[in-house]
T-cell receptor
Framework: ETGVTQTPRHLVMGMTNKKSLKCEQHLGHNAMYWYKQSAKKPLELMFVYSLEERVENNSVPSRFSPECPNSSHLFLHLHTLQPEDSALYLC??????????????FGPGTRLTVL | QKEVEQNSGPLSVPEGAIASLNCTYSDRGSQSFFWYRQYSGKSPELIMSIYSNGDKEDGRFTAQLNKASQYVSLLIRDSQPSDSATYLCAVNIEGYSTLTFGKGTMLLVSP
């Protein structure tokens, strides 16, 4: 266990549904990240939050909406997704973000299937 | 365009052998380098980080960095079947918050 938890671990949703992914870190870190991992592709960074402020939004479609209410919690709100959004969604945290060179620790991921 | 290249494999080695995993990166401003191990169906697990040229050893793992050649490698000595996984190389540029990942190399260690 890395100290980063994610719920749910598996999610199946229709294209018209609204759902949320939750991430919680117990490491005292101040930066959190959302990544998408699709088959045959590198990990894709989606969002970065540092000290609860979004510092990076990597051209992600608006049907993905992140929320970071405090430094321990991160959400990814999903609505009107497409089948190509089916993937493993990974949350990570680190101590420090903008300085770079920091080690990121990943949660177990949410396997999302969009029908 | 920041790129990190890895041979997708699979790299097959017999138990007890040395496995050598390689990674090249395109951006000369890259400062920090990480190796993650990812078992099938699991999330990436950080196993090594290296920041300066040369070798860094941790148990059976050795990371090697050559910034002039823009090359970083991971050696696994005395490979075990439990080392069978996909190994991801990740690179960070100083002053930026993000890691750029390669697609990963699948390692298969046969008993």
């Amino acid at each position: 266990e890395t100290g980063v938890t994610q719920t749910p671990r598996h999610l199946v949703m229709g294209m018209t549904n609204k759902k949320s992914l939750k991430c919680e870190q117990h490491l005292g870190h101040n930066a959190m990240y959302w990544y998408k991992q699709s088959a045959k592709k590198p990990l894709e960074l989606m969002f970065v939050y540092s000290l609860e402020e979004r510092v990076e939004n990597n051209s992600v479609p608006s049907r993905f909406s992140p929320e970071c209410p405090n430094s321990s919690h991160l959400f990814l709100h999903l609505h009107t997704l497409q089948p190509e959004d089916s993937a493993l969604y990974l949350c990570a945290s680190s101590q420090g973000a903008l300085a770079g060179g920091v080690e990121q620790f990943f949660g177990p991921g949410t396997r999302l299937t969009v029908l | 365009q920041k790129e990190v290249e890895q041979n997708s494999g699979p790299l097959s080695v017999p138990e007890g052998a040395i496995a050598s995993l390689n990674c090249t990166y395109s951006d000369r401003g890259s400062q920090s380098f990480f190796w993650y191990r990812q078992y099938s169906g699991k999330s990436p697990e950080l196993i090594m980080s290296i920041y300066s040229n040369g070798d860094k050893e941790d148990g059976r793992f050795t990371a090697q960095l050559n910034k002039a050649s823009q090359y970083v490698s991971l050696l696994i000595r005395d490979s075990q079947p439990s080392d069978s996984a996909t190994y991801l190389c990740a690179v960070n540029i100083e002053g930026y918050s993000t890691l750029t990942f390669g697609k990963g190399t699948m390692l298969l260690v046969s008993p």
